[in-house]
């Protein structure tokens, strides 16, 4: 009996990770239509900037000289660990690019006048080597999607609402792409992090999730600045998860927090070696960069005009990036949660952790637009990564009470997914296909 009991048991997890594999290979699917779509624009135009920061790094790393790492304030130190190393295989000729920068920086324009000109030439002898580059990346891309499934299955939402959580980020092909290979990262690691850290601290049982949270969110602020966030964040979500707080309690959140800050600045020293060797490199990229942080103080008209800004760029992105069942799922997320009627629907679920993404969505938001000279709707796609998470609880929420209402059976309800399931691919697909090209090209 014990025999059969494990064999259905290993071939229920098989079959959830073939499923979880199919919903990452129609997120695949959908990103190959928007290439189609759009076959003559290079979805990331800073990429060959990317690779030959990479070049140099890997340089000097193997010449043990850690001076001038810090190539870009973002900084994109991960970018070149995970992929750099690949430029090692392949030669390409990056004076053509090189130039046209340097001219362009001549006239008082940065890099992307000299790269964005849709320059075919260079970009198909550029693709000679992009694929290489990004076979790390998207090696890295499928097992970030599995690990983001099943952390929020151990986060107790269960296979509904994690599997449409990715459903919503595979298929949408703005945050697939992330638009240059530092915003992967730290789209990746700031999102890993922070779901790590929520399986650590109800009950701080397993220490190996405190781990990795502060491994992933050093790997995220030296992808981006703007994950520093996490630092002052998270010490007050260990508070929030302690409440009330007493001696005891006051001891075990420093002890978690300073363990975490430990290690997060042991990895961070690890992959940036310039923290030690070059301190003053790292002092100007956190304290001096013009293209992360504002140095004037920041003005109410500031936080007013970046709002606005973040407004409309959003809109912009729901209505062109996000599929109708997101959106619409997101609208029953926060009918049922402030409904008096409906609110009950979400009791089953786990309340902190939901409270907790809520607070990370509008924090980290706020923070981008408070401090950032470009309050860039991409620069807070970690935000937008949980609100995907929102938006399948308000899925979750809507099927159960329409079924609850019509007295549904199981199989009924399983069908019911199903179908949300394929719709929403279809949708996307179809407005995609109308949105670009390719039903033109097909029509002809």
């Known amino acids: 009996m014990n025999l059969i009991s494990d064999f259905h048991s290993n071939y229920k997890k098989l079959e959830e990770f073939v499923c979880v594999l199919f919903i990452i290979f129609s997120g695949f699917l ?77 006239e008082g324009l940065d890099f992307n006048h000299a790269i964005n000109n849709h320059d075919m030439a260079t970009y198909k002898a550029y693709e000679t080597i992009s694929f290489a580059f990004n076979v790390p990346l998207f090696i890295l891309l499928v097992v970030f999607f599995i690990a983001f499934y099943y952390l929020l299955k151990k986060l107790e939402f269960g296979k509904i609402i994690a599997s449409f959580s990715l459903l919503f980020i595979v298929i949408n092909t703005y945050l697939q792409f992330w638009t240059t290979p530092s915003d992967k990262m730290l789209n990746i690691f700031m ?18 999730y405190l781990i990795l949270s502060a491994i992933f969110g050093a790997w995220a602020v030296l992808s981006k600045i703007s994950a520093l966030f996490i630092l002052p964040f998270y010490f007050l979500i260990f508070i929030y998860y302690r409440w009330p707080l007493n001696k005891e309690k006051l001891k075990t959140i420093l002890k978690d927090y300073l363990s975490w800050i430990f290690i997060f600045v042991l990895i961070s020293i690890i992959f ?4 030690i060797t070059n301190p003053n490199e790292v002092y100007d990229l956190i304290f001096k960069s013009n293209a992360v942080i504002t140095n004037n ?8 005009d970046g709002l606005l800004k973040y407004a409309s760029l959003s809109l912009a992105i729901l209505i062109r990036y996000l599929s109708h069942i997101f959106f619409i799922s997101l609208l029953s997320y926060l009918f049922i949660k402030y ?23 509008i924090l980290f938001i706020i923070m981008v637009i408070s401090i950032s000279d470009n309050a860039d709707t991409r620069f807070m796609t970690p935000a937008f990564m949980m609100l995907n998470v929102l938006a399948a609880i308000g899925l979750y929420g809507a099927v159960e009470i329409i079924t609850k209402k019509n007295n549904t059976t199981k199989k009924f309800k399983e069908l019911f997914y199903i179908s949300i399931f394929f719709v929403t691919i279809m949708l996307q697909i179809i407005f995609l296909t109308l949105n670009g090209t390719l039903l033109k090209t097909l029509l002809q």
């Open 272 to 275: 940036l070696p310039s923290i």
């Open 30 to 106: 959908i990103s190959a239509i928007y290439k189609i779509n759009n076959f003559w624009s290079f979805p990331n135009l800073d990429e060959m900037l990317w690779h030959y920061r990479s070049n140099i790094f890997w340089d000097k790393i193997l010449a043990f000289d850690f001076s001038g790492l810090i190539q870009s304030a973002q900084p994109g130190i991960t970018v070149y660990w995970f992929t750099g190393f690949m430029m090692k295989f392949f030669n390409f000729d990056f004076n053509d690019v090189m130039i046209r920068i340097a001219e362009k920086n001549a």
């Open 191 to 208: 999102t890993l992090s922070f779901l790590t850290i929520l399986v650590y601290l109800p009950k701080r049982k397993n220490k190996k």
């Open 297 to 304: 103080p920041t003005t109410d008209y500031h936080i007013t």
């Open 339 to 361: 409904s008096k009627k409906y609110k009950t629907i979400f009791n089953n679920l786990p309340q902190k952790h939901i409270n907790t993404m809520s607070a990370y969505i």
